[in-house]
DNA sequence: CGAAGACGCTGATCTGTGTCAGTCAATCCT
DNA sequence: AGGATTGACTGACACAGATCAGCGTCTTCG
C-alpha cells in the first residue's frame, strides 16, 4: 500500500473522488505518528486532554464502564476509522477506547482539521460524511441488541465488520482476519461469553460462516445475508451531498 | 412562555448563555410553522426530500422497522428537539419518524441555518453541542439494553426523559405528564409490552414511580437514581468549548 | 346506539441466554 | 522447566423475559 493510499485515503476515496492534491493534503494529517500496546487504554472517560486520532493500522474498541464492573462495547474501530472525535467537542471524553491490538494512530489536532478542510472543502463534507455513517451504525448496533436474537445479532455484525473492512481493502466476500476474541464479542453484542461460543458453533454447523484461530470465513455469503436479513446498502450510501 | 423562551432557546439557554441577538435570532428560525396530527410519518425510512425540523410542541419518536415487522425505537424527540438533523446530511433518510401526539414544529433550511450560524458562531457551538448529547444518548440506550436488566432499564429510561423535560421547563423532580404507551416503551426499550406492564407494576410497589394515567411521579426520586446507578451528570456536561 | 379499536392489566407456560463449574491447549513469564 | 494466564469450548441448571390467551374500560366513529 503506497503513502498516497492509506486506509483513511481509501475510505473517503469511496464517497467522494479525491484528487491529487486532496489526496497530499490527507497525507500530511498523518505526520504524527505514535504508537500504543494494546489493552492500555488510549482515551478513558473523564479525561480532560483532548486529542483526535485517525487509525493507521491495529484494532481498538470503544465503551463504557458500568459500576457493576461489566461493560458494554460501543463499537470497534479499524484502519482508517477516527478515534475520539466527539472527545474533542466536549470538555472531557464520555467514554474509554482501548487498543486490542497494538496500534498505530496518527495524532490530529482540530487546527489541522480546519486547515484541511479550509483548503479542501470537499474533505470536509466526506469526514462529516464518514460521522455520520459512524452514528448510524451506532443505531444499527441498537436494532441489532434490541431486536434480534443472538445468533442473527452474531452474523448481523460479522456481516457488518466484513463491510467495513473491504472498504479499506482488508477483506474480501470469502472472508477478513479479525484479532478478537469471543470476550470482546460478547461485550459487544450484549451476550455472555458462553453463549457466544455457541452461537458460533451454530452459525459453523449451519454453514454459514466459520469463525476460527482468528480468521473469519463466509462459507455461505449470500445464505448468512439472507439468514439476518443485512442490507446491503446500509454501509455504501450514495454518498454526501457535495459529491 | 413567552416568544423568547421557546422549548429551543430554553434548552440552547443551558449551555451558553444567550444574549437578546442571539435570543432573537433564534426566534426568526421559527417562522415556518407547521403542524402534523397523530401517527402519520413526517420523516419515512428512503425518503428523498431533505427537511429538518425543531419541535416545538408535542412528542415524536424516531424508529427503524426490521424486516419482521417489529420495530426498534431510536429515541423520542420532545420540545426544544432537532428532527431529522442528519437526515439533512444523507441523501434519504434513514429511519422513519413519526408524531406520538399532534405535533407543531418549526421548518428549517439548511440555509437559515448557516445564515444564523454565520451572525452568531455561539450559536453554531450550542447546536453542535445538542446534537452530540443526542448522540451520547443513543450511545446510553445501547449499554441500557445490552447491560441492564427490564426493570433498572426503565428506571433509567423515565429518569433520562426527566431530565430532559426538566431542561425545557417541562418536568420537576417530583414528576412529568407523559404521553407514550406501554406499547411505545417496548419497542423503545426492546421488552415486550407486557413485560412493560410488570415491570412498571414492581417499580411502583417498591415505592419508586408511579407512571399511570399520563403521569409520571417520582415517589422517591434518590431511591430510583440509586437503583438503577444513574449518573446525574451525564445530561448536564460541562458545555460546549466556546462556552 | 352499538361495535370496534386502543390501551392497561393479568396468569400460565415456554424458551433463549445467563451462570456455574470445569477441561484443554497455547503462550507468556521468571 | 514449571507455573500462571488467556482463550476456546462444553454440559447442567436456573431464570428473566417472551409468548399466548384472555378480561375490562375507555374512546371513537358509523
Not at 226 to 232: G, N, S, V
Request: with cysteine; charged share 25%.
Amino acid at each position: 500500500m503506497t503513502a498516497l493510499h492509506t486506509p483513511f485515503a481509501l475510505k473517503l476515496g469511496a464517497f467522494v473522488a479525491l484528487s491529487d492534491m486532496e489526496l497530499n493534503l490527507l497525507n500530511q494529517l498523518h505526520n504524527r505518528r505514535r504508537t500504543f500496546p494494546a489493552r492500555r487504554d488510549m482515551i478513558y472517560e473523564g479525561q480532560v486532554e483532548r486529542s483526535a486520532y485517525i487509525l493507521a493500522s491495529g484494532w481498538v474498541c470503544s465503551y463504557k464502564l458500568l459500576p457493576g464492573g461489566t461493560r458494554q462495547i460501543v463499537d470497534f474501530q479499524i484502519p482508517g476509522d477516527f478515534l475520539g472525535l466527539r472527545s474533542v467537542l466536549f470538555r472531557t471524553a464520555d467514554h474509554n477506547i482501548e487498543p486490542i491490538t497494538r496500534v498505530k494512530a496518527s495524532e490530529v489536532h482540530v487546527q489541522d482539521l480546519l486547515e484541511t478542510f479550509n483548503s479542501a472543502p470537499r474533505l470536509a463534507a466526506a469526514v462529516l460524511w464518514a460521522a455520520s455513517r459512524d452514528e448510524a451504525m451506532v443505531v444499527e448496533h441498537l436494532v441489532d441488541i434490541g431486536r434480534r436474537d443472538a445468533k442473527q445479532r452474531m452474523a448481523h455484525f460479522l456481516l457488518e465488520l466484513g463491510a467495513r473492512l473491504k472498504l479499506v481493502g482488508l477483506a474480501s466476500n470469502d472472508g477478513y482476519s479479525c484479532p478478537l476474541t469471543q470476550y470482546l464479542l460478547a461485550d459487544a453484542l450484549g451476550l455472555s461469553a458462553v453463549h457466544v461460543n455457541r452461537v458460533l458453533r451454530e452459525l459453523r454447523e449451519d454453514g454459514f460462516v466459520t469463525f476460527q484461530l482468528g480468521r473469519v470465513i463466509f462459507d455461505d455469503f449470500d445464505g448468512l445475508v439472507a439468514f439476518c436479513e443485512f442490507d446491503r446498502n446500509y454501509l455504501d450510501h450514495d454518498g454526501p451531498l457535495m459529491k
